[in-house]
């Protein structure tokens, strides 16, 4: 039995699905492991009678309360840890964990954060622009085919899960950054670096990208953002000051 904070904390998150069998294959995947909290965005075809199909009796609760979004931005604003699954490795990918690796350390996180698994549309998978939303990336090893039925990643993704819940230590485990705490400051860093002249307007998205990876290292908590936004803040005030002081020493 899936203790009750990991079922509360941890939600599966369909980016872009194109068939609703799917979404209710993995309703039920999840209904088997534990697992409640179903949250789809863009789906092709959100036909609930097909849906419900799939998912049978068992899961209809899970399909009843799934939240529906329109964008992934929007659907991932409150949680705190977002992984992806990939099946693509390359530069941008290269933070790769197995289910099991993964497992292991996000579950005592899921303590005190909410945690987001993101699974790709069936054809393409997660997009470069869907990763950047990540904190950690997840591979399902395989033989030799690598394309895996959404269900059937799902339901390995909550095996995994289910099979390293132990019980929550006395260690404290810290409140991470949300992920819509994380894009304000990022945007905010952005820009001041580009007034400051350390990154260039034109192509800030590819600085920030690298400042973004260095920010998934580190696993920034709530305090951490407070204190690098508040370092904006100073920047961006020395800035107007001595732009002003400029200006007063021209007009005396």
Same mark, same amino acid.
């Given at each position: ?190 820009? +001041? ?33 407070? +204190? ?25």
């Amino acid at each position: 039995m899936v203790v009750d904070y990991l079922s509360k904390n941890v939600a599966m998150v369909l980016v872009r699905p194109r068939f609703p069998e799917n979404i209710g294959s993995a309703a039920r995947a999840m209904c088997n492991m534990g697992f409640y909290n179903l949250i789809v965005v863009a789906p092709e075809n959100p036909d609930k009678d097909r849906i419900f199909k799939l998912s049978t009796h068992a899961a209809a609760g899970v399909v009843e309360q799934m939240a529906v979004f329109d964008s992934l931005e929007t659907a991932l604003a409150p949680f705190n840890l977002v992984v992806g699954t990939t099946a693509r490795l390359g530069r941008q990918r290269s933070v790769i964990g197995s289910p099991e690796k993964l497992a292991q350390k996000l579950v005592p996180l899921a303590t005190e954060n909410r945690v987001a698994v993101l699974f790709g549309p069936e054809d393409r998978g997660l997009s470069n622009a869907d990763i950047r939303f990540c904190h950690w990336l997840m591979n399902i090893p395989t033989a030799k085919f690598a394309s895996l039925n959404l269900a059937q990643a799902v339901m390995i993704v909550c095996y995994a899960l289910f099979n390293s819940v132990q019980a929550p230590t006395q260690k404290s485990v810290p409140r991470l950054a949300s992920r819509q705490e994380l894009d304000g400051m990022y945007a905010k860093l952005s820009e +001041i670096l580009v007034r400051i002249d350390y990154i260039k307007a034109d192509n800030a998205d590819y600085w920030m990208n690298r400042v973004r990876h260095f920010g998934t290292r580190m696993q920034l908590q709530a305090r951490d953002v407070n +204190i690098i936004r508040g370092i904006c803040r100073q920047i961006n005030w020395y800035g107007n000051k001595r732009y002003q002081d400029g200006n007063d020493k021209k007009g005396a």
